[in-house]
């Protein structure tokens, strides 16, 4: 069975500072992973996902995040932190079948701090 | 911004009546999916479908029905609802060959008193 552990609730950084958003995933066999992010009462948007190749992974507003097989983590980054990034992140990995199932992680408030 | 809608955005409603959350897109996907939210919390899928005349249960157990009798419409029905069912409501979609992220509408927000 699939599953996804974000092991810090609250991630707080100050703006200007680089930011890292933990995930370590389960999966059998290779997994799909993603990254997605929600503002305040909207859904949520697509960031960045692993399916093969590279381990570094770039997305949107300047995230990126690194697949580490052996660790079994895909942490979320960003060099250089601003306060618009202030949002709830999730993490996901996918099942792999017809329908593409996402199993979500409980999601981490990110908050910088001007 | 995906071209996915949900309407309405939010919604209060009585014990017992009977709501229809609609969830359309018009990015030609074959796959949707609704999952449950309550705010600032995990989601939890309640139903996907494959496409036309497929619909399945995720893995959190809903009262609610869904239905897809066209491919851009994938509609929730609550027959009565109740104040457990009180949460957040998100649709997605995905399903272009390679492509496995899912695209979410905004949400509808769903009060039962």
């Known amino acids: 069975a699939q599953s996804v552990a974000q092991p810090e609730d609250q991630v707080n950084v100050a703006e200007g500072n680089p930011l890292t958003v933990k995930c370590t995933y389960s999966?059998?066999?290779?997994?799909?992973l993603f990254w997605y992010v929600q503002y305040p009462n909207r859904g949520l948007q697509f960031l960045l996902k692993y399916i093969t190749g590279d381990n570094l992974v770039k997305g949107s507003y300047g995230f990126e995040a690194e697949f580490n097989k052996s660790q079994t983590s895909f942490h979320l980054k960003k060099p250089s932190a601003h306060v618009s990034d202030s949002a709830l992140y999730f993490c996901a990995v996918s099942d792999q079948t017809g329908a593409n199932n996402l199993f979500f992680g409980t999601g981490t408030r990110l908050t910088v701090i001007p | 911004e995906a071209d996915i809608y949900q309407t309405p955005r939010y919604l209060v409603i009585g014990t017992g009546k009977k709501i229809t959350l609609e969830c359309s897109q018009t990015?030609?996907?074959?796959?949707m999916y609704w999952y449950q939210q309550d705010p600032g919390m995990e989601l939890h899928l309640i139903h996907y479908s494959y496409g036309v005349n497929s619909t399945e249960k995720g893995d959190l157990s809903s009262e609610s029905t869904v239905s897809r009798i066209r491919t851009e419409h994938f509609p929730l029905t609550l027959e009565s609802a109740r104040p457990s069912h009180t949460s957040q409501y998100l649709c997605a979609s995905s399903g272009v060959l390679g492509i496995y992220e899912q695209y979410f509408g905004p949400g509808t927000r769903l009060t039962v008193t």
């Open positions: 999966v059998s066999g290779n997994p799909y």
């Open positions: 990015m030609g996907h074959d796959k």
